[in-house]
């Protein structure tokens, strides 16, 4: 076994060799390591260089560069520390300071929402609008909405309220994709036995739309685990006309637009796949970081890494009232009207 003395030594060779590692490999590779190619990685680190920059003229200082590629080989691999302070040349104690540190920096509104907005103007509204209605012509749709779980550590404080249905401990993280998948909204600090329901009820974004900030004319689509709503069109849980059955086919087709999208972002971000092994104030910083980056990716249309999809049957949740208990679940009647007047207006069949 290597002695106390040689680990150091390999480690400061490790860490030489990749102080130029931007320069080391091609944008091919970079994307296969760290989910960015190079203009992305500089793009993330001048955001952020004055919140990391090491206020020292030591030699051995960390760059703000390297510390931007240890937090982004993180959240890529999803593997612990120790492993990524091997991979990068640094020790444990030091990766994790270095992680914490640039996920601070990452997490704040100004960078959240540079990358993660939804769209408000008109113009923005009808190609977003536009495009979901491609899929199965569905009209007036903005964003496919669903919650996904993200395992957790048991937490030290409140454990009982993270752990979910499936038993075991998690971030129940609601998420909205458009039809490039694309995320639009998210909410990330809710425990995992929280029913998405109620993180809808207390969102932002629910708040929006009942204050008019969005025009008429627009709605998101969710399953049943959702209130129907007249800016939330859910699915009919026993059709009882032709016309409702071809409003829930394509209401379907429209749908797996966040499953798709929930597992693109767990395969860019291997973190968000396993458990994590943080408190939940912190795992909430690595999946708002992690949406963000998911948004950059997608704007500098880098693919996906190769390998296998991730398991969506993880993601679909099991929480579904039926439509005669939906009052206890805040669903107003109006919400239900308005599908029915919807599914007769754009279902009907052709003549």
């Given at each position: 076994m290597e002695g106390q003395q040689q680990v150091r030594?390999?480690?400061?060779?490790?860490?030489?060799?990749?102080?130029?590692?931007?320069?080391?490999?091609?944008?091919?590779?970079?994307?296969?390591?760290?989910?960015?190619?190079?203009?992305?990685?500089?793009?993330?680190?001048?955001?952020?260089?004055?919140?990391?920059?090491?206020?020292?003229?030591?030699?051995?200082?960390?760059?703000?560069?390297?510390?931007?590629?240890?937090?982004?080989?993180?959240?890529?691999?999803?593997k612990m520390q120790l492993c990524n302070g091997d991979d990068m040349g640094i020790a444990q104690p030091t990766a994790s300071k270095v992680i914490s540190q640039t996920l601070n920096a990452l997490a704040t509104p100004a960078f959240i929402s540079r990358y993660i907005q939804f769209p408000t103007q008109q113009n923005d509204i009808r190609q977003?609008?536009?495009?979901?209605?491609?899929?199965?012509?569905?009209?007036?749709?903005?964003?496919?909405?669903?919650?996904?779980?993200?395992?957790?550590?048991?937490?030290?404080?409140?454990?009982?309220?993270?752990?979910?249905?499936?038993?075991?401990?998690?971030?129940?993280?609601?998420?909205?994709?458009?039809?490039?998948?694309?995320?639009?909204?998210?909410?990330?600090?809710?425990?995992?036995?929280?029913?998405?329901?109620?993180?809808?009820?207390?969102?932002?974004?629910?708040?929006?739309?009942?204050?008019?900030?969005?025009?008429?004319?627009?709605?998101?689509?969710?399953?049943?685990?959702?209130?129907?709503?007249?800016?939330?069109?859910t699915p009919y849980l026993q059709p009882r006309t032709e016309e409702q059955a071809t409003y829930n086919r394509a209401h379907k087709c429209t749908r797996c637009v966040v499953e798709r999208g929930i597992g693109q972002l767990k395969r860019r971000f291997h973190v968000l796949h396993g458990e994590i092994r943080v408190d939940p104030v912190k795992t909430t910083k690595i999946v708002m970081v992690c949406a963000a980056l998911h948004n950059l990716c997608k704007e500098r249309n880098l693919q996906l890494p190769d390998g296998q999809d991730i398991d969506l049957q993880q993601d679909v949740h099991e929480d579904q009232p039926d439509e005669a208990n939906a009052f206890r679940h805040g669903e107003a009647r109006d919400g239900l009207l308005f599908r029915d007047h919807f599914v007769n207006l754009y279902f009907q069949p052709e003549q």
């Open positions: 030594a390999r480690r400061r060779r490790l860490y030489r060799e990749r102080k130029d590692i931007l320069n080391l490999y091609d944008d091919s590779e970079l994307v296969k390591r760290y989910r960015l190619d190079r203009g992305g990685i500089i793009l993330i680190t001048d955001f952020v260089r004055d919140a990391i920059t090491s206020p020292t003229n030591r030699s051995n200082a960390i760059s703000a560069e390297m510390k931007v590629l240890t937090t982004l080989r993180y959240l890529a691999t999803g977003t609008q536009a495009t979901f209605r491609e899929i199965a012509n569905f009209p007036g749709v903005v964003g496919a909405i669903d919650g996904t779980h993200i395992r957790i550590v048991a937490p030290k404080e409140y454990e009982a309220e993270y752990i979910n249905r499936k038993n075991y401990h998690s971030i129940n993280v609601q998420v909205v994709f458009d039809a490039s998948y694309k995320i639009l909204d998210v909410v990330a600090n809710w425990p995992g036995s929280v029913h998405d329901s109620r993180i809808w009820s207390e969102c932002g974004l629910k708040e929006d739309f009942e204050r008019g900030f969005l025009p008429g004319g627009c709605h998101l689509i969710g399953d049943s685990g959702y209130p129907c709503q007249p800016w939330l069109m």
